[in-house]
Every structure is written in structure tokens, then in C-alpha cells.
């Protein structure tokens, strides 16, 4: 039980980072989209 615990920490910090990075690829996406969107229009 502790021996799983010991990679908890690193898991979740694994899931965080690849949830920040999801949301910069997110933001850079929309800003992408709004600057094509400024230029098309």
C-alpha cells in the first residue's frame, strides 16, 4: 500500500503538468483561430 503510494505524487503530477499543457495548446489554438478570424473577416 505505502509502495503504491510512493508514485502517486509523481502520477499527479504528471496529470497536472499534461493538463497545463493541454490548456496551452487550448489558448494558442483560440488565439490562432482569432487571428484568423481578424483576418478573414
Do not use: H, T
Amino acid at each position: 500500500m505505502i509502495d503504491n503510494f510512493a508514485g502517486y505524487p509523481e502520477f499527479f503530477w504528471f496529470l497536472k503538468s499534461l493538463c497545463e499543457q493541454k490548456n496551452n495548446m487550448l489558448s494558442s489554438v483560440l488565439k490562432f483561430i482569432e487571428y484568423n478570424r481578424l483576418n478573414l473577416f
